[in-house]
């Protein structure tokens, strides 16, 4: 079966940090490329990051690129997100997900999705 969890998310105030875990099972976790997506209520889902099979290979979303990291350990099926200088506008649902083969930023392309952990940023 299987499965992403997600680590808690959590109140964080502007410009603090916070990083969310992703642990997979169920497949070959080497084989399939990894995304965090994040959503807010009355808007489709959008990309945020992703990381290749190999971990050499990276991309973000414009608005979050050189303020999060996105990372993985391949020996722990874990996924990463370093989220840093947080924003209020950064306040949304954050959801990992897992392709086979290659990474995308395009959530139709995603086989497999976590529960989802709520992330606020807010004084």
């Known amino acids: 079966q299987v499965k992403l969890v997600e680590s808690a998310g959590g109140l964080v105030q502007p410009g603090g940090s916070l990083r969310l875990s992703c642990a997979a099972s169920g497949f070959t976790f080497d084989d399939y490329g990894m995304g965090w997506f994040r959503q807010v209520p009355g808007k489709e889902r959008s990309f945020v990051a992703a990381?290749?099979?190999?971990?050499?290979?990276?991309f973000y979303a414009d608005s979050v690129k050189g303020r999060f990291t996105i990372s993985r350990d391949n020996a722990m099926n874990t996924v990463y997100l370093q989220m840093n200088s947080l924003k209020p506008e950064d306040t949304a649902v954050y959801y990992c997900a897992a392709q086979r083969g290659m990474a995308t930023r395009y959530k139709e392309d995603y086989d497999h999705w976590g529960q989802g952990t709520q992330v606020t940023v807010s004084s």
């Open positions: 990381v290749a099979w190999g971990g050499a290979s990276t």
